[in-house]
């Protein structure tokens, strides 16, 4: 029996990468439109990305500090110059770091809250799927992100109840049958089917 080996750890490389993929196919023109995160243009969604990649990277190799003890501020994030070649890097060490299976041991930090690293590990995920998606709609981009991540965030926003609802805002209702996207998407309290000037 295999009852005593450990699972390996959920690899958010995948998810990463395909939005990575969306970062490149950002053209200067799109950053001032709009996304379906109603707050956020292109360039703050890519500026919060910018941001989050760091503090959860920090929090699964528990370097504790002022990356993971800042709480998102409520100033719209400003993007940095040389996001296009820096988010993917970012991208890849957050990716990397959670590829440790320390990191999804013990309790970490990120946000000014402290978690089970099991539950950061799938935030970042999360975090960065939904971000991809808000960054393809918003450009126009096909979206694809892999199945195992999907069904990791679903199973996460599914579990959080009522009180997802302070972070990701109230669920938005889709069929049975939607594309498990479509319904991860609105369980982020997101129009599945939005559309720039939607």
Request: glycine share 12%.
């Amino acid at each position: 029996m295999d009852r005593d080996r450990k699972q390996e750890p959920l690899d958010l490389g995948p998810v990463c990468r395909e939005t990575a993929r969306v970062v490149d196919g950002v053209t200067e023109k799109q950053l001032p439109g709009p996304t379906p995160c109603p707050e956020y243009a292109v360039r703050e969604v890519l500026a919060h990305l910018m941001g989050l990649t760091v503090a959860f990277r920090d929090a699964a190799r528990k370097e504790l500090g002022p990356t993971t003890d800042t709480t998102p501020g409520g100033a719209p994030p400003v993007l940095a110059e040389g996001w296009r070649e820096e988010l993917p890097r970012r991208l890849d060490a957050l990716a990397a770091a959670w590829r440790s299976p320390g990191a999804w041991e013990g309790n970490t930090r990120v946000g000014g809250v402290d978690l089970p690293g099991a539950v950061t590990g799938l935030v970042a995920l999360n975090e960065v799927l939904i971000h991809g998606w808000d960054l393809a709609r918003g450009t126009g981009q096909p979206y694809a992100p892999a199945e195992a991540g999907l069904r990791a965030s679903y199973g996460m926003l599914s579990a959080a109840g009522p009180g997802a609802s302070d972070v990701f805002g109230p669920p938005v209702a889709t069929a049975a049958d939607a594309p498990l996207l479509d319904r991860v998407i609105g369980l982020s309290g997101r129009r599945p089917d939005w559309l720039p000037g939607s």
